[in-house]
């Protein structure tokens, strides 16, 4: 059996997609992840997209043909996506441009690259990879270290790119069958393991002062997860429990381009979804799930939860209890 037909022989076929042609490819590329512009190569094209929604994540495996992807300033303008692209080559092979560096990826080998910055992908004919996309702020890393490390290749031979490489595959290939509430947590997982593998990756680059900086922040978002459904958890709190200013509190986030406030709401926000998908936990209120969370204010935490994710939570709750 060839790659293409061994991938969509273990796909589920409700959220799969192929494609004969690049141009549908291309639009159904942008509208599941970001817009950018797709290059068939000269034997014409075939491919195959899988998606996968967890929680604020998307996993997606793609099998396709010979191609090339652009995505320039104006595709950036256009849809802007704060996020990070870590890509895991399981077949054939392809090669990530960006910030100047140039990484050609094998099977089992990892490497990542920003949304938000242009970069180009060129592919052989027979390529298959799983691209997990991750909110920049989740990963944990100042921005300045992770413009160090765009397409650069983490190879298979790496124990630490291996380790991962496992997670990001099997992953793939259950997320299907993974209710939303433990979804979300393993996309949490990986974005931990990614977190790790690109500190380790940085290595000499990094200073002693830059590794303080991140086990500080890790801290940070340490004590902050287990004080989500403190509704006194405020900068305050936070700078005294790791034994810091307030204002060195706000510097540490205002290099990752958020704020304290605006990461303690996104983080309770997503565990309230996460609650609200629960059907253990169908029998609470809207409120009380709120309530969990740290979020009193009922009415605030809906019109909160509504500018987010674009519906209120109980459309949401019912949306899901009934399979949508």
């Known amino acids: 059996m060839t790659p293409l037909g061994k991938f969509l022989s273990t796909t589920a076929p409700r959220n799969l997609q192929t494609f004969n042609d690049v141009s549908r490819y291309e639009d159904n590329v ?30 997606y495996s793609i099998h396709t043909s010979q191609h090339i992807i652009t995505r320039t300033p104006h595709h950036i303008s256009s849809g802007r996506r704060d996020a990070l692209k870590f890509a895991l080559q399981l077949s054939g092979t ?15 080998d990892i490497s990542f690259y920003d949304a938000d910055i242009p970069y180009s992908l060129a592919t052989s004919n027979d390529s298959w990879s799983v691209v997990f996309l991750a909110p920049r702020g989740n ?116 290099t990752q381009g958020q704020s304290v406030s605006s990461w303690i709401k996104s983080r309770r926000l997503d565990q309230a979804k996460a609650d609200l998908a629960n059907e253990q936990l169908f029998h609470l209120p809207v409120a009380a799930i709120a309530a969990r969370w740290g979020m009193l204010n009922a009415p605030h935490f809906s019109r909160s939860f509504k500018e987010v994710f674009g519906e209120s939570p109980t459309r949401f709750r019912r949306r899901v209890k009934h399979g949508g």
């Open 94 to 108: 392809q090669t990530i441009i960006q910030d100047g560096r140039e990484a050609t990826l094998h099977p089992g």
């Open 139 to 254: 990963i944990g890393i100042r921005s300045d270290y992770i413009a160090q490390l765009t397409a650069v290749r983490l190879p298979e031979e790496n124990p630490l790119t291996n380790v991962i490489g496992g997670f990001l595959k099997h992953l793939n290939s259950t997320a299907d069958r993974i209710p939303t509430f433990d979804g979300t947590k393993l996309a949490h997982n990986a974005m931990d393991l990614l977190s790790t593998l690109l500190t380790s990756e940085l290595g000499s680059l990094k200073d002693a002062e830059a590794n303080k900086d991140a086990q500080l922040l890790d801290d940070v978002h340490a004590f902050i997860e287990q004080q989500l459904h403190n509704p006194e958890l405020d900068p305050s709190l936070i700078a005294k429990a790791v034994f810091i200013s307030v204002r060195s509190l706000h510097a540490i986030f205002q």
């Open 30 to 59: 942008v509208q599941a992840i970001a817009p950018m512009s797709v290059e068939g190569g000269p034997r014409g094209f075939v491919g195959a997209l899988h998606a996968n929604h967890l929680g604020a994540s998307g996993l």
